[in-house]
């Protein structure tokens, strides 16, 4: 059973960096992306960064494309977000998830980390 597990989060002034790294527990054939999505307080989760773990193309949310860098090591079964220049509203849980296909429906993720809090003040 694969498992995920995150880390990195923490509390960062506006206009700071966190990375955000999330590890698998074993190889799983049927997975062929990679994502971060958030959630903060009253929100739905959303959909931040994701990766092709096959060609590594890379997709992201247009509110943090060109802040947050998503990177896959295959190696290591690691998955990172470089998150810069940070604002206040990238608060939120981020979690991390693996599944089949690259798109910002949740649904389409087998399996999700525990979350990890991000607080930009």
């Known amino acids: 059973h694969v498992q995920l597990v995150e880390s990195g989060g923490g509390s960062v002034q506006a206009g700071g960096s966190l990375r955000l790294s999330c590890s698998l527990s074993?190889?799983?054939?049927?997975?062929?992306?990679m994502g971060w999505f958030r959630q903060a307080p009253g929100q739905e989760r959303e959909g931040v960064a994701a990766?092709?773990?096959?060609?590594?193309?890379?997709y992201y949310l247009n509110s943090v494309e060109g802040r947050f860098t998503i990177s896959h090591d295959n190696a290591k079964n690691t998955l990172y977000l470089q998150m810069n220049s940070l604002k206040p509203e990238d608060t939120a849980i981020y979690y991390c998830?693996?599944?089949?296909?690259?798109?910002?429906?949740?649904?389409?993720?087998?399996?999700w980390g525990q979350g990890t809090q991000v607080t930009v003040s």
């Open positions: 074993e190889y799983d054939v049927t997975i062929s992306c």
């Open positions: 990766i092709d773990t096959g060609d590594g193309s890379t």
């Open positions: 998830a693996a599944g089949t296909r690259c798109t910002w429906e949740p649904r389409w993720y087998n399996y």
